[in-house]
């Protein structure tokens, strides 16, 4: 048995679906150590994502930019803390600094070098280095000496007061009706080669939006909500665009850069089915407990991002020579020709909405 913990910090910088990844940790934390000063270090980028968590005491936030000047005051914060206990759940050299000189540090095990040989030589070596599980349970390995364990609860966020208002506004200005039948398709990526075309999602959307390929009985037709950020802006505006072409009259709200991702959880608390590539809104549709259909290309289970805690059904084309080409995505794909996403239908996506609109 360990010592009892008092102060621990939490160290994971980026990305957001990293950042929700990490929710089952800090409520486990608190569970083994109801009475502890839990805290969590994070970019100020990503902060808003825990915010409110209720396990966490306090959030060290490191300003963009992330010079050395910010490192340096970040780990001289961390020291005047006198932590009992660092978890470094990120391993990266940043990370690494900030936990120099602490008395106990536990770091994740990345198992980096059967990922390079699975992307590199498609190779699956993972057996061996502890296998694959999801990056949920890889979190928890570094703690599981001092009693922390997984409660298989899934992951969870925890929307502002200032999400819920700009929601309610959304949600009233639209007309959306109390169980009316809406799908949020999620079109974006950071990457070009973990997008699914945005044509295919418009596809998708207005077959859904009018009622195509539905079962019979009652109102087939689905609101249509299209989320992501403002970087995302164009594409999901074309989504949208593309969508009440092909089904004209159809109810589409285009709501890319007017949200957090922590008011697109709420968003996607209306939905009978979340439609997403591989990103983080994908992990905060999981959060929320929603159906989600995950269309996956250039990468795979092994790397530990598909869907936690929630029911779901990842599309993806197994038996490619190429895949997986990356971990985390890239501008292009390395081939030539992305089979791995334009072999996934449209027809097959709709086909997975419409089984989790039934139930």
């Known amino acids: 048995m360990r010592d009892i913990i008092t102060k621990t910090l939490v160290i994971r910088f980026s990305s957001a679906g990293d950042i929700v990844l990490a929710t089952p940790l800090f409520r486990a934390l608190r569970t083994r150590f109801p009475h502890a000063e839990i805290d969590f270090a994070v970019k100020r980028d990503y902060a808003g994502l825990v915010r409110h968590h209720p396990a966490l005491t306090n ?206 959880a709420l968003v996607m608390d209306r939905a009978s089915a979340v439609i997403t590539n591989d990103t983080a809104l994908m992990h905060i549709a999981a959060a929320r407990k929603r159906p989600v259909v995950a269309i996956f290309g250039p990468t795979v289970r092994e790397f530990g991002f598909f869907p936690v805690g929630t029911r779901s059904i990842v599309l993806e084309r197994s038996g490619l020579e190429c895949r997986p080409c990356t971990h985390v995505g890239g501008p292009t794909c390395p081939a030539g020709h992305f089979r791995c996403m334009l072999e996934t239908e449209p027809s097959a996506v709709v086909a997975h909405a419409r089984a989790f609109m039934e139930s």
């Open 59 to 264: 959030i060290l936030e490191l300003p963009g930019g992330e010079d050395g000047e910010a490192l340096r005051r970040l780990r001289s914060e961390v020291r005047a803390h006198k932590y009992d206990l660092l978890i470094d759940i990120h391993g990266s050299l940043r990370s690494r600094f900030i936990c120099l000189g602490a008395p106990r540090v536990v770091r994740i095990r990345k198992r980096v070098l059967p990922r390079l040989v699975l992307v590199r030589f498609k190779r699956n070596m993972y057996d061996p280095w502890g296998g694959a599980p999801s990056v949920v349970d890889r979190y928890f390995e570094p703690v599981l000496p001092y009693g922390v364990v997984n409660d298989g609860k899934g992951l969870e966020v925890f929307p502002s007061p200032e999400d819920h208002a700009a929601v309610a506004g959304i949600l009233a200005e639209v007309g959306v009706r109390d169980g009316e039948r809406c799908i949020v398709l999620a079109p974006g990526a950071r990457h070009w080669s973990k997008r699914w075309p945005g044509e295919r999602f418009a596809e998708v959307g207005a077959a859904l939006a009018s009622g195509s390929g539905l079962a019979r009985g009652g109102d087939p037709r689905a609101r249509v909500f299209v989320v992501g950020g403002k970087d995302d802006a164009a594409l999901c505006a074309d989504v949208a665009t593309r969508i009440r072409h092909q089904a004209p009259g159809a109810n589409v709200v285009d709501l890319a850069g007017r949200l957090t991702l922590t008011g697109c």
